[in-house]
């Protein structure tokens, strides 16, 4: 399935004179759809009524709306022209989505109605509403054309940062169609797929796995709003789904909604297999679910500045449980400290390099050069591989903490409690949780003769951040263990919780 077309513009236009007919989007919770030439046509008046909008090529266009048919349409509006898509995490708080918006240099921002409360009172550049794409009908169909190739920005999407502010990473046209193919021939996906995109938009597993690659491989994607446990099985059933891109959370949720299997009277019999990723599935639920649900649980890896992908178990037999698979077409290796390839078995960073890489860290050039240092992309995660082949990820170079899928970073938390003004000193670190693998945990030492209550210190936190990121337990303690240099002591810190549970 290899294309001539080198960017998303010339990709999209060409499924649509092959399959003009065939349904390409389905919305799944107002019974909207679109062939694969009604997409087209929808996408070429968004892209014409940013144009009008001043929207040039090389132009950001920030995207702060729902998962919706809209959504996806936004975003090859954008790439129709060569603009920037700049996905926002709607689950940020208004500061928060000022600094995305703002250090991305958007040039418009594509928001839906319900989040104006949220944005109101912050500088932003000009707004347009995009709760339907209706609004488009008056223009026109026909665009003019635009000179794209695979080097060219399609996203700048934020990655949390070590630095407590987010980082912009630049993906192009080319990694995009590549990350799409990798995963359409790695996991066998072709014209009689459908797959469910039920992961938010503002992350690249649900614009790579399951819309990208919808695309690439003449399938069918349909949108639902968000990840609802009561209704997923009948979403399942009546979409006829082949496919889902999912983290642990979902699966766990499931389980405990359905701990006897899919509802009588729904058909999951189409369906292939789950996708998982964003962190490592427990061997139990990946266990449980297999079983309850009689539906494989396919483990991948990567990351925001790998487009998406860049492994991925074998959708069959030949999967390792307990690992994220084998590369899917990109190169992957683990180094020492000197980088240098370890031996299999041994601990080491993993390194990735290939055509689905992003192209750097947007106007961060000491940041980009640190992430490809020696030509390989360094993420911070140590991993091994085995014999076979197979990686495992062991644990994380950085402090990062991984909840319900969603990346945070301590720094950034940490940040905001010193502006408390009873607190002296504060640390937060990432704690064991059934449910989303991990949580938030700050331990906290108060200022002489000043108090602060547990409750005050999480809501002083939720007014700054999205609650997603806000402890949610909070320990007082009489130090900060530290080492000799003054560095944070993570593992005394770890003790500290376990003794206090």
């Not at 959504?71 to 709607?90: D, E, H, S, T």
């Not at 979403?235 to 983290?247: A, L, N």
């Not at 700050?442 to 409750?455: M, N, Q, T």
Request: charged letters at 25%; glycine letters at 6%; aromatic letters at 10%.
């Amino acid at each position: 399935m290899k294309l001539k077309s080198n960017n998303l513009r010339g990709l999209l236009e060409r499924r649509a004179a092959e399959n003009s007919e065939k349904k390409f989007l389905f919305s799944e919770d107002d019974g909207r759809s679109w062939t694969y030439s009604e997409f087209n046509k929808a996408v070429n008046r968004a892209a014409n009524m940013l144009a009008e909008n001043d929207v040039k090529k090389g132009n950001v266009v920030s995207l702060l709306m729902p998962n919706s048919a809209e959504y996806i349409i936004a975003y090859f509006a954008c790439w129709k022209i060569g603009a920037l898509a700049g996905p926002v995490n709607f689950l940020l708080k208004a500061e928060e989505i000022e600094f995305v918006v703002g250090n991305s240099e958007a040039k418009l921002l594509l928001v839906n109605s319900q989040f104006r409360a949220t944005i109101e009172k912050i500088k932003l550049p000009k707004i347009i509403e995009f709760d339907d794409e209706a609004v488009t009908n008056n223009f026109s169909e026909n665009l003019v054309k635009t000179q794209l190739n695979q080097n060219d920005e399609a996203i700048i999407i934020y990655t949390s940062g070590t630095t407590g502010k987010p980082k912009g990473c630049l993906l192009t046209h080319g990694n995009l169609i590549a990350n799409a193919r990798q995963i359409t021939e790695w996991l066998a996906f072709d014209e009689n797929d459908r797959l469910l995109t039920i992961m938010p938009l503002f992350h690249m597993n649900a614009v790579s796995v399951t819309t990208m690659t919808a695309l690439y491989a003449s399938a069918s994607t349909v949108v639902s709003p968000k990840f609802s446990a009561s209704r997923f099985w009948q979403i399942i059933s009546d979409h006829k789904i082949t496919s889902f891109g999912s983290v642990a959370t979902m699966l766990s949720m499931l389980l405990q909604k359905y701990p006897n299997g899919v509802p009588k009277g729904l058909n999951q019999d189409h369906l292939r297999f789950a996708m998982c990723g964003s962190a490592p599935v427990p061997a139990e639920v990946l266990k449980n679910f297999e079983e309850t649900f009689n539906c494989l649980v396919i483990e991948g890896y990567g990351l925001s500045e790998s487009t998406c992908r860049s492994t991925f178990n074998p959708p069959n037999e030949n999967r390792r449980i307990g690992s994220c698979g084998k590369p899917i077409g990109n190169e992957m290796k683990i180094f020492d400290e000197n980088d240098n390839e370890v031996a299999n078995g041994e601990l080491g960073e993993i390194v990735l390099r290939g055509e689905n890489i992003f192209k750097g860290y947007f106007k961060n050039a000491e940041a980009t050069a640190k992430a490809f240092q020696n030509g390989w992309f360094h993420t911070g995660d140590i991993g091994y591989r085995d014999a076979d082949g197979f990686f495992y990820i062991a644990d994380r170079k950085s402090d990062m903490i991984i909840r319900g899928g969603e990346n945070i970073y301590p720094r950034e938390i940490d940040e905001l409690l010193y502006l408390h003004p009873a607190i002296e000193s504060a640390a937060v670190i990432g704690v064991p949780d059934k449910l989303y693998g991990e949580e938030v945990a700050a331990f906290v030492v108060l200022k002489d003769g000043a108090s602060a209550s547990r409750e005050e210190i999480i809501n002083f936190c939720r007014t700054k951040l999205a609650d997603y990121k806000c402890p949610k337990t909070v320990y007082f303690v009489a130090d900060i263990p530290k080492g000799a240099t003054g560095k944070l002591l993570k593992r005394e810190l770890a003790r500290l919780y376990a003794g206090n549970k």
